[in-house]
T-cell receptor, first 115, second 112 residues
Framework: EPEVTQTPSHQVTQMGQEVILRCVPISNHLYFYWYRQILGQKVEFLVSFYNNEISEKSEIFDDQFSVERPDGSNFTLKIRSTKLEDSAMYFC?????????????FGPGTRLTVT | GESVGLHLPTLSVQEGDNSIINCAYSNSASDYFIWYKQESGKGPQFIIDIRSNMDKRQGQRVTVLLNKTVKHLSLQIAATQPGDSAVYFCAEKHNQGGKLIFGQGTELSVKP
C-alpha cells in the first residue's frame, strides 16, 4: 500500500539555525499539507499546497516558514531561523483532491527539537 | 471562533467492552467530520468519516454518530481490543483545499 514518507525521523537543531523537513507524498496525489503537533497537544494545520503554490496557510505559518516542491516527488518545509517554540512533531499529508470527500494520508512525522 | 474539542482527555475500558469517544464542535458550517487514530510515534490514521447531511455511518467495528442539533460527534468502537489503544482525534473539514481542524484528542487505554 502506498504511503507518505518523511525524513529525518528526528532532527535536533540549535536556535537560529535553518532546518528543512522532507516529505515524499503518495505518487498520484495532488494536494499536500504540513501540520504540526506540539507534545501533548492537538494537531495544527500549517499550510496546504497545490499546483506549485500555497492554497491556504495558518497564522502559525509566518515568514520564517516556506514550502517547496523541488521536483516531482519531494515536498519540503523549511524553517529559516528556528525558535524554541518550533519544537514539535511535523506531519506531512497528501490527498488526491482538496475536496472534502478525499482522505488525507499522513506520514509518520519528523520530531524537531530546537535547543 | 472555530473549534473542535473533545469532552474527555482519557478513557480506560476493559477488553471486549464497547468504547464511546465524544467530540464537540462549534462551526455549524463544517460539512465533513473525520475520526483519526494516532498510535505512539506515528502519524494520524483515518478511521471513518461522515458528511454533515448524515446522522450515522458504520464501518468495521466502528460507528460514527453526528448530532447537528447539539454539535456533537461520537465514535463508537465495538468489542474494544488492545490494538485499539491510541489517541483518537476528531477533525472537521470544509471548503476547497481540505484544511483539517483537529480536536484536542482522547487517549483510549484498553485493559486486558
Amino acid at each position: 500500500e502506498p504511503e507518505v514518507t518523511q525524513t529525518p525521523s528526528h532532527q535536533v537543531t540549535q536556535m537560529g539555525q535553518e532546518v528543512i523537513l522532507r516529505c515524499v507524498p503518495i505518487s498520484n496525489h495532488l494536494y499536500f499539507y504540513w501540520y504540526r503537533q506540539i507534545l501533548g497537544q492537538k494537531v495544527e494545520f500549517l499550510v496546504s499546497f497545490y499546483n506549485n503554490e500555497i492554497s491556504e496557510k495558518s497564522e502559525i505559518f509566518d515568514d520564517q516558514f516556506s514550502v517547496e516542491r523541488p521536483d516531482g516527488s519531494n515536498f519540503t518545509l523549511k524553517i529559516r531561523s528556528t525558535k524554541l517554540e518550533d519544537s514539535a512533531m511535523y506531519f506531512c499529508a497528501s490527498s488526491v483532491s482538496g475536496t472534502v470527500a478525499y482522505e488525507q494520508y499522513f506520514g509518520p512525522g519528523t520530531r524537531l527539537t530546537v535547543t | 471562533g472555530e473549534s473542535v474539542g473533545l469532552h474527555l482527555p482519557t478513557l480506560s475500558v476493559q477488553e471486549g467492552d464497547n468504547s464511546i469517544i465524544n467530540c464537540a464542535y462549534s462551526n455549524s458550517a463544517s460539512d465533513y467530520f473525520i475520526w483519526y487514530k494516532q498510535e505512539s510515534g506515528k502519524g494520524p490514521q483515518f478511521i471513518i468519516d461522515i458528511r454533515s447531511n448524515m446522522d450515522k455511518r458504520q464501518g468495521q467495528r466502528v460507528t460514527v454518530l453526528l448530532n447537528k442539533t447539539v454539535k456533537h460527534l461520537s465514535l463508537q468502537i465495538a468489542a474494544t481490543q488492545p490494538g485499539d489503544s491510541a489517541v483518537y482525534f476528531c477533525a472537521e473539514k470544509h471548503n476547497q483545499g481540505g484544511k483539517l481542524i483537529f480536536g484536542q484528542g482522547t487517549e483510549l487505554s484498553v485493559k486486558p
